[in-house]
């Protein structure tokens, strides 16, 4: 069986406001599509109905948003894709904005887990 590790959750904000994202302060998040990545190497199944739930205590920056905008999609990698960060270096060169820096990203050096696109784009990878 293979291992999945790392996953992309997209999302839909319809409509553009200031949300507060826990410690990290308050910001303008445009209306559009958000691509979160992240890792979860045991429970990948936990974490991704946590994102879907609505009501959950805010634990994670993704908390502050999952609980604004409606899930699109949800694209889950095996191991071998290496690190979420890399998955986050595909939004960005596929010219995904951020939108709060550090969103997501306080353990690693990318510029944000979180990337932002004003119309539909498709989740990395192939289909
Ligand atoms: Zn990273």
Sequence with gaps: MVGYKFYCLKLNLFSGQEITVGKKGREYFPPGFYFYVGRAQKGIRSRVARHLSSHKKKRWHIDY?????????????????GSECQIA??????????????????????????????????LPGKE
């Design 89 to 122: 270096e595909i939004l960005a060169a596929e010219g995904g904005e951020v939108i709060m820096p550090g969103f997501g990203s306080s353990d690693c050096n990318c510029p944000s887990h979180l990337y932002y696109f004003p119309g539909s784009h498709p």
């Design 65 to 81: 948003l999952s609980s604004r905008a409606f899930p699109v999609s949800l694209r889950l990698y095996p191991e071998n894709m």
